[in-house]
């Protein structure tokens, strides 16, 4: 005999970006703001007063990529069941991409699931961490590699909390900026090469060309079964590059910075790119101060940490390869001697 559960159904997870001044936001139920130290000092006093709601409770963690692990979830997962939040309650992720990828992670496992809405106070969080319901945490095998897709109610964007971003957290949201221009729109990168984004209102117009550019590939694929995939252009090389440094060298977008230069080199020596464009990135990270060498002590330690990748499977490896500027590849069929050869050239570096 066989039963068949008949859960055929279409759910829709459409939900609103609000990039400008924090609007009101009222809920009628009980709240908890996920915060870090360093962001409530600095912005609480912006947010309280425009969160409506029966019940606000703050649940600050330790701020630092390294402690995105189970022994957060845990005590953010206490600190909700302390508070009594129920299914009709919510949890607002108010920081950067670690609070982001935690407070999406905590919120879909509370009770199974409940809403959360995102309000990133990075640039990295506000073009790329914050958009696309990816939440999760890291371990000792690689990173994020436990989590799960869980999209946010709302996220608002509101730039003036990067007043208070410190240079380096800055230029870490760039490499982000640049990763989407690269793989998808080369008018966007042209613009890039010409616009300084500290000055006059180039940053808002950026935040704006890469939320709407990775909007509409969460649209065409919410899971990472294909074009999603191409986002990861520098992380597959920046991914392993924090581990080996336990999250306490780079920030990641300086990881994923490293990890573009290193994909340049490679889709260079496969003929997806030319020397020239490879250089036009440098030029525009370079003006952001950003790290663009990793010295690699053992290359096939490196190497074999690519399997770990969740793109990758167990005899391939999945790279994202830029494909001239404004496009991408993605492919699995890159001889394992080019991609060491890369490798080798940062040996020591």
């Not at 915060?35 to 330790?62: C, Q």
């Not at 007043?163 to 793989?183: C, D, S």
């Not at 500027?325 to 940062?346: E, F, M, S, W």
């Amino acid at each position: 005999m066989t039963i068949n559960i008949a859960l055929n159904r279409i759910i829709d997870d459409s939900y609103p970006i609000h990039i400008g001044p924090l609007n009101e936001i009222e809920y009628d139920g009980k709240v908890a703001i996920l915060t870090n130290p360093k962001v409530a000092g600095l912005h609480l006093k912006t947010l309280l007063p425009r969160l409506k709601a029966k019940e606000v409770y703050i649940i600050t963690i330790a701020d630092g990529e390294q402690y995105k692990n189970w022994e957060s979830i845990e005590f953010i997962l206490d600190r909700m069941f302390d508070h009594r939040l129920n299914r009709k309650s919510l949890l607002v992720a108010f920081g950067g991409g670690v609070i982001g990828d935690m407070g999406g992670f905590a919120s879909s496992l509370y009770n199974r699931g409940i809403d959360f809405i995102q309000i990133p106070t990075t640039l990295l969080s506000q073009v790329d961490a914050s958009v696309g319901g990816k939440t999760g945490i890291n371990n000792k095998y690689g990173k994020n590699l436990i989590g799960a897709f869980h999209q946010p109610k709302a996220v608002y964007i509101d730039p003036s909390f990067l007043n208070t971003l410190p240079a380096r957290e800055f230029g870490a949201g760039v490499a982000e900026i640049v990763k989407m221009a690269v793989t998808f729109n080369a008018d966007f990168f042209e613009w890039l090469e010409n616009h300084d984004l500290r000055a006059g209102d180039n940053l808002i117009k950026a935040i704006t060309q890469a939320v709407e550019t990775k909007a509409k590939v969460v649209e065409a694929d919410e899971k990472e079964q294909g074009l999603r995939a191409a986002l990861n252009y520098g992380h597959t090389f920046g991914h392993v590059i924090e581990n080996e440094t336990r999250y306490e060298t780079y920030l990641h977008g300086e990881s994923v910075a490293i990890g573009m230069i290193m994909a340049n080199d490679l889709a260079c020596d496969v003929g997806l790119m030319n020397t020239e464009e490879a250089k036009r990135i440098r030029v525009v990270l370079e003006r952001y101060d950003l790290p663009l060498t990793y010295p690699i002590s053992d290359v096939e330690k490196f190497y074999q940490a690519f399997f770990l990748d969740k793109k990758s499977s167990d005899a391939t490896i999945t790279f994202i390869l830029p494909h001239s500027i404004g496009g991408v590849k993605i492919t699995d069929a890159i001889p394992a001697d080019k991609v060491k050869n890369v490798l080798k050239r940062y040996e020591g570096a």
